[in-house]
């Protein structure tokens, strides 16, 4: 492949994964105002998902936000009923956040459908090149937490 083929490729599929991120970001507001959320609510939710013992401050790891910022994240999930704080039996000091399941069952169904669609359009590939989608956008999605603890940093050096 040639030098400007491949700047045009790099050039193309930035411009693709702008689209669909701002795509994404748009589609997860309107499922978000379903819950009587705002997007950053619901992601942090879903960021959360894998975690055993979660606290704020692993939260705002996870996320790059500030932990005055995830506080009143936590405020208004607990406030909906998604979320609860617990006090650590381990250690007593420590809140535990502990998500209620209540949103699980509406989070399926609404997303079901979207991984309908998504199946049918991965369908048309091979599973050589399935595997090499897992492996771009998992290699993304690190760069781009990476990248956003780097933009986080320097927010607070800033700041400081």
């Given at each position: 492949?040639?030098?400007?083929?491949?700047?045009?490729?790099?050039?193309?599929?930035?411009?693709?994964?702008?689209?669909?991120?701002?795509?994404?970001?748009?589609?997860?507001?309107?499922?978000?105002?379903?819950?009587?959320?705002?997007?950053?609510?619901?992601?942090t939710?879903?960021?959360?998902?894998?975690?055993?013992?979660?606290?704020?401050?692993?939260?705002?790891?996870?996320?790059?936000?500030?932990?005055?910022?995830?506080?009143?994240?936590?405020?208004?999930?607990?406030?909906?009923?998604?979320v609860?704080?617990?006090?650590?039996?381990?250690?007593?000091?420590?809140?535990?956040?502990?998500?209620?399941?209540?949103?699980?069952?509406?989070?399926?169904r609404?997303?079901?459908?979207?991984?309908a669609?998504?199946?049918?359009?991965?369908?048309?590939?091979?599973?050589?090149?399935?595997?090499a989608?897992?492996?771009?956008?998992?290699?993304?999605?690190?760069?781009?937490?990476?990248?956003?603890?780097?933009?986080?940093?320097?927010?607070?050096?800033?700041?400081?």
């Amino acid at each position: 492949m040639s030098q400007g083929r491949r700047k045009q490729l790099y050039a193309e599929l930035n411009d693709a994964m702008r689209e669909s991120a701002s795509r994404a970001v748009l589609m997860h507001q309107t499922i978000a105002d379903r819950f009587g959320l705002n997007s950053t609510d619901l992601k942090t939710l879903d960021l959360a998902r894998d975690e055993q013992v979660l606290t704020a401050g692993r939260l705002a790891t996870l996320t790059g936000m500030s932990t005055s910022a995830i506080t009143a994240v936590l405020d208004r999930l607990e406030r909906r009923g998604l979320v609860e704080r617990r006090r650590d039996p381990a250690d007593r000091r420590k809140v535990v956040i502990v998500a209620t399941g209540t949103h699980v069952e509406r989070a399926q169904r609404i997303f079901a459908g979207l991984g309908a669609e998504v199946e049918r359009v991965l369908d048309e590939y091979d599973e050589d090149r399935l595997a090499a989608f897992v492996s771009i956008i998992r290699r993304l999605n690190e760069v781009s937490r990476e990248y956003t603890e780097r933009l986080s940093d320097e927010a607070e050096s800033d700041a400081g």
